[in-house]
């Protein structure tokens, strides 16, 4: 059995995925471990839309983005979570950052992979916003803040490098 850090140890960010559908009771397995991360002052304000790749609203917002890419922003993966937080609450940025590593650490301990995704970010909050909130069943005072595609990997990659010194300083 994987502990949570040979999780860690061992994931990395997937953008190539099989034609395997993901299973919905892992699907909701995945959203679950989003619910269950820890929230400022215990708010659980981070609301999730779920969309699978066939969705219309995926295209649209690859539209939006860049009609001539040669691949989506979610990279074809059958699930994408959208995490959206309230507008008034200071820490909704940081719960659902928490949310979305949650879900990324799950689908790896369950054998998918996944991608967190923030490039959409000036689509959906752009001058479309309503129209994208409504698409994506955000709630009224609520936006979009994270994104994460996942399923079943068609490659492996290595964990990043990290440099110690120049990220840590050890108090004395
Ligand atoms: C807030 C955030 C936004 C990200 N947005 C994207 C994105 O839009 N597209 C993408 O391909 N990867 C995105 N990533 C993934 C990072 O590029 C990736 O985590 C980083 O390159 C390190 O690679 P690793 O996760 O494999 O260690 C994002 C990651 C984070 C934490």
Known sequence: MSTVLDIINTRSSIRKYS????????CRTLIEAGLKAPTAANKQEIHISVATADNPVQEEIQKELN???????????????????????????????????????????????SVILGCMERILNGEKKAYFDEKLSIPEGYSFLVAIAAGYPDTAKEP?????????????
């Open 67 to 113: 009609p001539d890419a040669s691949v989506n922003f979610y990279y074809n993966a059958p699930l994408i979570f959208y995490l959206s937080g309230r507008d008034d609450f200071k820490w909704s940025a940081v719960d659902a950052g928490i949310a979305v590593e949650n879900i990324h650490l799950a689908a790896a301990d369950l054998g998918l992979g």
């Open 19 to 26: 034609s395997r559908p993901v299973e919905e009771e892992i």
């Open 160 to 172: 990043h490098t990290y440099d110690f010194d120049r990220n840590v300083s050890i108090l004395k």
